[in-house]
């Protein structure tokens, strides 16, 4: 007999993913970002802060982002001004990215947003329970 709705772990796990990416939609709505432009400006603020200029390839293993997916959201993070590929000195065939005045301006508005969802979304469940478990089941070979 399969399980109820209610005693699925998966179909909860839907469930519970889709309120969570609604609270994030809503929370970045007024910065004028979608969820997986906020994902790739924030990995990518974050790396240039750790004084690195992550190529395309780089950020999208960062942000756990399909390779393709991740230039199309690019090129639309450049044409809104907040992220600038540069030519690598190295190999002039790769773009490194950099993060704007505007994007960097930008990036850690819209983290605190996204932290004040997150901490409206997870406050039923102790944070180091949840970390632990949602690092567990996205990392299950560590």
Known sequence: MPLSPGDSPGFLLW????RWQRDISTALAPLDLTHVQFVL?????????QGEHPNQLTLARQAGTDVKMTSQVLRTLEHKGLIEREVDPADTRAKRLRVTDAGADLAPRAIAAVERADARFFQP????????????????ES
């Open 15 to 18: 469930h519970a993913t889709l």
């Open 41 to 49: 400006l924030a990995c990518a603020w974050w790396l240039n802060a």
């Open 125 to 140: 469940v102790p944070l180091d329970e949840a970390v632990s478990l949602l690092g567990r089941l996205a990392r299950p």
